[in-house]
């Protein structure tokens, strides 16, 4: 659900009711590893210790906007954050990502989950964050839809959505519930927009989707009270279901093309981040066609990667996208 902005705050804001005069720009990922500052503020300790820690947490969530000049923070944790707060194991291990010690194995282990609580140190980083943030720069706040966490937390969570529907139900009810939740504490403390990654929820059929995933998100997006957006990764085929989601921005990967997207609601993306690779002027070129493909089709538009950035990007590659991205006439 969109708000009024005035004009001298936000560009990410004025894009939600297409009020904008140039295209904002934020990247995925953009809060973290790739940036020496980052490795010279991480150390040696681990990241789950650094999620923890809202002084060093909110460094990290605000490093981009001074290195890069992009439009937006996002706050600085993992799509793993809230269910920890579950009572679920989980550590962050180096080269493996999360590893979580107590996972469910099947039916009769959703008897142990609880309501989500806790984690005061998130609140507390999303305040520091906007102790120093202008008005034109909001901090997104931002967590894993329900399908997406469930493929971390269950050992085989296919198996589960077919051998026991009613069960699977189950598990997506209660994380259902405990995101928003977890949302709703995030904006309590202080966001102003978020975003739902579903990365793998891009893997499953058309008709799997929309009975295992599509009622969650759609009761998320009911739910939190602010402007919203929806990652959906391996998006093609189901962006007609997408559009049903109830987000007010879609972002989309590069499976789609921005120009054969129809809808009346907001875009988001989708550079191919492996292009970040590429030399200088196939960058820019890049940049610009894509800003010329949402400029001919959509009214409301926020440029942003296909996915993450990725660990060894050189952040100068991201600084040359935001310049560019800056200096296209949104508006002749």
Request: net charge positive; with cysteine.
């Amino acid at each position: 659900m969109a708000t009024n902005v005035s004009p001298e705050q936000s560009d990410i804001l004025l894009a939600f009711q297409g009020k904008n005069k140039r295209v904002p720009v934020w990247f995925m990922r953009q809060a973290g590893r790739y940036l020496p500052q980052y490795q010279s503020l991480k150390a040696n300790r681990p990241l789950s210790e650094l999620f923890r820690d809202p002084e060093i947490a909110g460094a990290i969530t605000l490093q981009p906007l001074e290195i890069l000049g992009v439009d937006a923070a996002i706050l600085f944790a993992d799509i793993l954050t809230m269910p920890s707060g579950m009572g679920f194991k989980i550590d962050f291990v180096n080269g493996k990502g999360p590893v979580i010690s107590n996972p469910i194995y099947g039916a009769g282990d959703l008897k142990r989950l609880g309501k989500y609580s806790g984690l005061e140190y998130v609140s507390r980083t999303i305040q520091l964050v906007n102790a120093v943030l202008p008005p034109m720069l909001p901090l997104i706040g931002f967590a894993g839809s329900p399908y997406t966490v469930a493929t971390y937390l269950c050992s085989k969570h296919n198996r589960m959505m077919y051998e026991s529907p009613k069960s699977f139900h189950q598990l997506m009810d209660l994380l259902t519930d405990n995101t928003i939740a977890y949302l709703k504490q995030q904006k309590e403390a202080g966001i102003k927009l978020f975003q739902l990654f579903d990365t793998w929820a891009g893997t499953l059929r058309h008709e799997d989707y929309e009975v295992f995933v599509l009622p969650y998100v759609q009761k998320i997006f009911k739910a939190i009270k602010l402007p919203s957006i929806y990652y959906l990764k391996n998006c093609a085929h189901l962006m007609d279901l997408m559009e049903n989601s109830g987000a007010d921005m879609l972002s989309v990967c590069e499976t789609v093309n921005i120009k054969d997207i129809k809808t009346k609601k907001g875009i988001q993306g989708n550079f191919l981040n492996s292009l970040l690779y590429a030399d200088d002027k196939t960058i820019i070129e890049e940049t610009r066609s894509l800003l010329k493909a949402a400029k001919a089709k959509h009214h409301k538009y926020i440029f942003n990667l296909s996915h993450g950035v990725m660990p060894d990007v050189d952040p100068l590659k991201l600084k040359l996208i935001v310049d560019e991205v800056h200096a296209f006439n949104w508006r002749k």
